[in-house]
């Protein structure tokens, strides 16, 4: 079956821009998440989305992140005023549900560079 | 210190050798552990869980040892379709939320 995918693949964008990245998930995934991996880190937790419950943002690394999930599907990360420290690989995962030993399928990833 | 630490690498090794990695947790409260795999550009991609008795799947075991935090992985017959980077993976609790280490590059050579 289909899986995880996300848009756009690469994304360009002048320092001060806004961009948004989008997700989707796994169908009859309830849980979806948000990482970022910067040249030369590990993957970094941004944020992660079980059903109707509150998100938990706890990853954000300012309030300059954003995200949302419609529907309980497509998820579309936001990032204002964007930095040159953004530059990085925005990856998107889902799992069936929260236990911890789901597996998390991840999708691509958005390479983001900021000029 | 970071929370998941694991040898950058790279490790040569020719096909067929026996390559083992190690990695180191530091939140004891650490509840599940996973090694993925990932490939150069590409996303990561769950290799297998980690279980305190320890797992085997084909030529790939892994272990844990929660008393020292440690984490390991054996690849035996190393085949050149190894060659990839392997992301140690922790499980804090309290959700499913992921912390991973940096990645150890194995590289297997003719």
């Known amino acids: 079956g289909a899986g995880v995918s996300q848009s756009p693949s690469n994304k360009v964008t002048e320092k001060g821009k806004d961009v948004e990245l989008r997700c989707d998930p796994i169908s009859g995934h309830t849980a979806l998440y948000w990482y970022r991996q910067s040249l030369g880190q590990g993957l970094e937790f941004l944020i992660y989305f079980q059903g109707n419950s509150a998100p938990d943002k706890s990853g954000l690394p300012s309030d300059r992140f954003s995200a949302e999930r419609t529907g309980g599907s497509v998820s579309t990360l936001t990032i204002q005023r964007t930095q040159q420290e953004d530059s990085a690989v925005y990856l998107c995962a889902s799992s069936e549900g929260v236990w911890q030993q789901e597996t998390q399928y991840f999708g691509p990833g958005t390479r983001l560079l900021v000029l | 210190r970071k929370e998941v630490e694991q040898d950058p690498g790279p490790f040569n090794v020719p096909e067929g050798a026996t390559v083992a990695f190690n990695c180191t947790y530091s939140n004891s409260a650490s509840q599940s552990f996973f090694w993925y795999r990932q490939d150069c550009r590409k996303e990561p991609k769950l290799l297998m869980s980690?279980?305190?008795s320890g797992n085997e799947d084909g030529r790939f075991t892994a272990q844990l040892n929660r008393a020292s935090q440690y984490i390991s992985l054996l690849i035996r017959d190393s085949k050149l379709s190894d060659s990839a980077t392997y992301l140690c993976v922790v499980n804090k609790g309290g959700g499913n939320k992921l912390t991973f280490g940096t990645g150890t590059q194995l590289k297997v050579e003719l």
């Open positions: 980690v279980y305190s």
